[in-house]
Nanobody
């Protein structure tokens, strides 16, 4: 089973930046679509961004132009660079494959303050 460990969250003021990382175990990492998701309090988990094994990316409309997803297949790591953060970006952020089929990790809390 693939294990996912997210890190890099924290408290940041609106307009600030944060960079998240997710290390995945398992040899198939380089061959699968990876994604970042987030879940805000009282809301359903939502897809934020995806990246294919070849590096093609897609973003939710709410984060397009502000977030950048990237990956390092040699390190089994996927990243999420977040800039111009807004209050609505406050959530627990998770990584998973593009369909959310791996076991979910603990996530990393991102809190944006005014």
């Amino acid at each position: 089973q693939v294990q996912l460990v997210e890190s890099g969250g924290g408290l940041v003021q609106a307009g600030g930046s944060l960079s998240l990382s997710c290390v995945a175990s398992g040899s198939i990492f380089s061959r699968v679509v990876m994604a970042w998701y987030r879940q805000a309090p009282g809301k359903r988990r939502e897809l934020v961004a995806t990246i294919t094994s070849g590096g093609n990316t897609n973003y939710a409309d709410s984060v397009a132009g502000r977030f950048t997803i990237s990956r390092d297949n040699a390190k089994n790591t996927v990243y999420l660079q977040m800039s111009n953060l807004k209050l609505d970006d406050t959530a627990v952020y998770y990584c998973n494959d593009g369909r959310g089929t791996a076991n979910w990790g603990q996530g990393t809390q991102v809190t944006v303050s005014s």
